[in-house]
């Protein structure tokens, strides 16, 4: 019998959380991270997380540490594009943060359906996917029993 395995898309906010240890969100951060390790999800992160996150992380522990980790990242998930097609999108989407149209426009690439989990749904609002919290996403797999 195949286990069900989720397709999810994580906002950068959450792989900070898991990445940087950011109390008190982390520890939902790493529940998701422990569930992609062991292969029961599959995660998905725009390659726009990784320069932002670069960015964010070299302040905090250096260009080495942040690359070597990074790198493990990318062993990890599967990197979704952001190219012409998408930057296009998100100037047209009527967004107010165009950092999140980007990620939702993004994420839309994902062969399998998903969801979008971000600690800030509300950014979100209007797009179309199904956005949870960290919260909400790992109740939701316990109500489907997975």
Request: hydrophobic letters at 45%.
């Amino acid at each position: 019998m195949e286990v069900e395995r989720d397709s999810i898309f994580l906002d950068t906010n959450v792989v900070l959380d898991h990445l940087a240890d950011r109390q008190p969100f982390s520890e939902n951060a790493h529940r998701i991270f422990a569930l992609a390790e062991f292969g029961s999800l599959e995660l998905h992160i725009s390659a726009l997380s990784f320069c932002n996150l670069y960015y964010l992380l070299r302040k905090l522990q250096g260009h080495e540490v942040t690359v070597a980790l990074l790198a493990k990242l990318a062993m990890l998930v599967q990197v979704t594009p952001v190219g012409d097609r998408e930057v296009r999108a998100a100037l047209g989407s009527g967004f107010n943060d165009f950092e999140d149209a980007v990620q939702l426009e993004s994420a839309s690439t994902m062969q399998r359906s998903g969801v979008l989990v971000s600690r800030n749904a509300r950014d979100f609002a209007g797009g179309r996917m199904q956005v949870l919290s960290p919260e909400e996403y790992l109740a939701s797999r316990i109500e489907r029993g997975i």
